[in-house]
């Protein structure tokens, strides 16, 4: 069997006997947890059954950086047995077959990376969490303890319990689950003699990785540090957002406008929404279908006012691009009211909303 053909079968193997346990795990426990293992400076986050395509993209990542390394290896081999086959024609034509199945190898990796990528990019994308230790608490971030204190003067305990996160991060590994409480620490810059905020972070907690499922967010709106324990909201977290909107008090540019209808249409209405300050909801008087979005703002979609109301359904839109069309997102699919053989209609799931302009320097 050629080496084309050994790393085709194994690839293809592999993956069968991956999606026939996964689904296997899916219906037999009802979530898959798996510990990976980390790649470079990756490391995926474990899933649960909602959140199997994240699970999926990582172990398609992994035969695809698989597949490369056995390439080149056995490319690298043909080039040392062609260098060492001098006078020996039979061992020269093996060497020859080697290093065109090896290349022939790595053209079918490459074009399986090319075509998954033109399906989903998600499918081949690794993302690093940036969570890291620290051992200061009050430079501007946002920061995550485990214990339930940030043990200002300890740097022992400090280091062992408290986080930093850099970025949204569409899982937290580990840490999910853990999350005892955060601080949130506004960069100040000096304006006419006083210390006043630079730009605001705004933190979202989502019950689910990759975003999803019920969310809560919060806000600073002062120069001084200010931290929240998680256990006010009743759940874990599984995924956080990380916003930075512009400072409290600012005028923003332009402005975001939903639409009862895709590209922008209008059905019976349409609604301006208003920037938000505190960290209440505000009610949406349409169902959105598109968004409209001059300048730079955040839009927080929740189908419930508060953790507590939500019925698994929040979502973050962080863009300076509009939306035109929300059709078949996960927030506006519900209540079912038209089915068909080809086709169904659905009635949005957002009824309350949150919207921050967001800082660009």
């Known amino acids: 069997m050629s080496l084309l053909k050994k790393i085709t079968l194994t690839f293809l193997i592999a993956l069968f006997?991956?999606?026939?346990?996964?689904?296997l795990s899916v219906l037999a426990q009802g979530?898959?947890?798996?510990d990976y293992p980390t790649i470079g400076e990756y490391h995926p986050v474990s899933t649960g059954a909602e959140a199997f395509p994240e699970y999926l993209r990582y172990i398609v990542s992994f035969f695809i950086i698989g597949a490369s390394v056995v390439a080149f290896g056995a490319l690298a081999y043909g080039g040392f047995l062609w260098m060492t086959s001098a006078g020996e024609p039979l061992k020269m034509q093996k060497s020859k077959e080697r290093i065109i199945a090896s290349l022939a190898g790595l053209v079918l990796v490459f074009a399986s990376f090319l075509f998954?990528?033109?399906i989903n990019p998600e499918l081949v994308e690794l993302e690093e969490i940036k969570i890291e230790k620290v051992n200061d608490v009050d430079a501007p971030g946002v920061y995550l303890s485990l214990s339930g204190s940030f043990h200002e003067g300890d740097d022992d305990a400090m280091g062992e319990n408290v986080r930093r996160i850099n970025s949204s991060e569409r899982g937290l590994g580990s840490l999910e689950g853990n999350i005892q409480s955060i601080r949130i620490v506004n960069p100040t810059e000096r304006r006419g003699g006083e210390e006043e905020v630079a730009y605001r972070y705004v933190v979202v907690l989502h019950g689910k990785t990759n975003f999803e499922g019920r969310c809560r967010y919060f806000l600073n709106n002062q120069t001084s540090p200010r931290n929240i324990n998680i256990s006010d909201i009743g759940g874990s977290v599984a995924s956080i957002s990380v916003l930075r909107a512009q400072r409290y008090g600012d005028d923003p540019?332009?402005?975001?406008?939903?639409?009862?209808k895709p590209e922008f249409q209008q059905g019976s209405g349409s609604q301006r929404l208003s920037a938000t300050a505190s960290e209440n909801f505000s009610s949406l008087s349409v169902e959105p279908w598109s968004i409209d979005i001059e300048g730079s703002y955040a839009v927080i979609l929740a189908s419930g006012s508060d953790w507590g109301g939500m019925d698994d359904g929040c979502a973050v839109f962080a863009s300076s691009s509009s939306i035109p069309s929300l059709v078949g997102h996960r927030m506006n699919r519900c209540s079912p009211y038209y089915f068909s053989a080809f086709f169904a209609a659905y009635r949005s799931c957002s009824t309350y909303y949150a919207m921050f302009p967001l800082y660009r320097r």
């Open 17 to 23: 006997l991956f999606v026939a346990f996964g689904e």
């Open 31 to 34: 979530g898959v947890e798996v």
């Open 116 to 118: 998954l990528n033109s």
């Open 253 to 260: 540019y332009g402005g975001v406008r939903v639409y009862d």
